[in-house]
């Protein structure tokens, strides 16, 4: 086995070890093999990223939004010119595909560029007041130091969901990676230089210990949380951050359903679907993980995803033939294994799937399992690829189930009658709605939970709003 390859921390535009000198090693989970070696951080890091983000932020708030969004620009240039070997680091950190994952870094370049514009459009108001004597105006000015905290699943995807606005609003950032995927955002760091970002405007900590993400939240010099995670974290994430009165924008967990009506175009559902929840091994917040079907379609739709599924060619993630990958690390792999036995113990019935012996490592088989509503596995967040299906019989039942749960993130509604998609669409509780497609996602579209599934939303023209403080002038005349 090759050693692994050497990551460093970005603080005050240096690249540096833990001040410990302590590193961790990131797993492959495909070969099984530790490829990378990270800083393991210590509170004295966060200290050092959070003190540099403050000092960088005078001088970083200052600049104009057409300054800002050079920086942007250049930025997500950059991306694109690195694509393949920011990917390449994702696949060996969390098994997902290359090829999705390559489509997946290329995109956040349109998301830098998207940004860019928007850095420019930030203005303040004129506003009428009842007195003839005053002139009142706002301005809009940046929160301050933005502590941005990701998952494992998407490191750099939503990494710059954050990224993006809080630079775009003249913010400076402390990001910290999860600690099971963090070399894709250490070496996205090593570009942000060569985009022309002064020194501590962005800075990296990456460290084993969850409590580093604690301690970056209570930290007094952090004057904004944006989180993405678990639904239990993120709970964690708002207690630490109202203490503080500071805002938090979280994006949290799923259980999204799709609704199959017996008018649908059962061929692209099944192939909406089953993309819909086994893209990125089932590890995406949006996967569409309950199946809700009605009745009169029901054993033609199943029979439809699990001839599909059961097609799905596992393997070598890096290889160009290989459909779906490995789970991406131990932990998650064991919480499926727990997820089917509960299933199994409950009374699901396996349609087909299951855990992938003959292939070892973290293979899991797209798994499709008939269930009754109060099961387990339907009603809590797999992370995993899974799907359970429910019958239904009729619209009124239909909208019922899909609303029966705490997450509120995605749904998908599966109809030729156009009147039925925009009806259901409109009592679904949910973020976001596709109707006859699933998963697409943009950088001015917003995205965001109702529920459990989280506050605030990213992506779209308001979105530089929860980075940004109004201030009202008052001048008398
Ligand atoms: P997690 O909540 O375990 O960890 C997320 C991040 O928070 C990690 O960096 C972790 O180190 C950090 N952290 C842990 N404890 C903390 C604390 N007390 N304070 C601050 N930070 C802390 O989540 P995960 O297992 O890495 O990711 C999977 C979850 O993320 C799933 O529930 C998934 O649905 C969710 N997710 C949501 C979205 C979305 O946009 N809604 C997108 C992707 C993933």
């Known amino acids: ?37 990270v800083p393991d951080a210590g509170p004295e890091d966060v200290d050092a990223a959070v003190e540099a983000a403050r000092a960088a932020f005078p001088g970083w708030s200052a600049t104009t939004g057409f300054a800002r969004a050079e920086a942007l620009r250049r930025l997500g240039d950059l991306v694109l ?28 370049a349109t998301w830098y560029h998207y940004y860019a514009g928007l ?14 004597d005053y002139l009142v105006y706002t301005r809009r000015e940046p929160v301050g130091v933005v502590a941005a905290i ?45 985009a022309g970002l002064p020194p501590g405007v962005v800075n990296v900590v990456t460290g084993r210990s969850r409590a580093l993400g604690e301690h970056l939240v209570a930290h007094p010099g952090v004057d904004k949380v944006a989180f993405t995670g678990s639904t239990a974290t993120g ?46 091994t089932g590890q995406s917040c949006m996967a569409g993980s309950r199946l809700l079907v009605h009745e009169s379609v029901h054993d033609a739709l199943v029979d439809l995803v699990a001839e599909r599924a059961s097609r799905i060619r596992l393997g070598d993630p890096l290889d160009a033939e290989t459909e779906m990958g490995p789970v991406a690390n131990r932990p998650q792999y064991d919480k499926i294994r ?34 009754s509503p109060g099961d387990t596995v339907f009603r809590e967040e797999v992370f995993g690829p899974v799907l359970s299906v429910v019958p239904f019989a009729d619209e009124e039942e239909a909208v019922a189930l899909a609303n029966d749960t705490p997450y509120g993130l995605a749904a998908g509604v599966w109809t030729t009658d156009v009147h039925r998609a925009h009806r259901v669409a409109a009592r679904l ?33 308001d979105s530089l709003g929860p980075y940004l403080e109004e201030k009202a002038v008052w001048t008398e005349l």
């Open 81 to 108: 010119e690195n694509a393949d070997e920011l990917a390449r680091l994702e696949v060996n950190d969390s098994g997902k595909l290359h090829r999705e994952m390559l489509g997946q870094v290329r995109a956040l």
């Open 429 to 461: 509780r949910a973020g976001s709605v596709w109707i006859n497609a699933y998963r697409a996602v943009a950088p001015s579209v917003p995205f965001g939970g109702f529920g459990d599934s989280g506050l605030g939303r990213e992506n779209g023209v």
């Open 235 to 280: 709970r964690a994430v708002a207690r630490a951050a109202a203490e503080r009165l500071i805002p938090a924008t979280l994006e949290l967990g799923g259980k999204s359903p799709q609704l199959v009506f017996p008018d649908a175009d059962l061929t692209s559902a099944a192939n909406g679907l089953v993309a819909g929840v086994f893209a990125a």
């Open 150 to 194: 990701t998952p494992w699943n998407s490191p750099l995807l939503l990494m710059t969901w954050k990224l993006a606005p809080a630079l775009a609003a003249g913010c400076t950032v402390v990001v910290k990676p999860s600690e099971h995927s963090p070399a894709a955002t250490l070496a996205f760091a090593e570009l942000l230089a060569r």
């Open 1 to 37: 086995m090759a050693s692994p390859q050497r990551f460093r921390m970005l603080l005050a535009g240096r690249s540096v070890d833990a001040r410990s000198g302590r590193t961790f090693t990131s797993e492959n989970p495909y070969t099984g093999d530790d490829w990378a070696e």
């Open 119 to 132: 850095a420019q459009t930030v203005e303040g108001r004129q506003i009428p007041v009842p007195n003839p």
């Open 338 to 371: 727990r997820h089917l036995d509960t299933a199994a113990a409950e009374h699901a019935t396996l349609v087909c799937g299951g855990v992938d012996e003959a292939l070892g490592g973290y293979f899991v088989k797209p798994t499709v399992l008939s269930v």
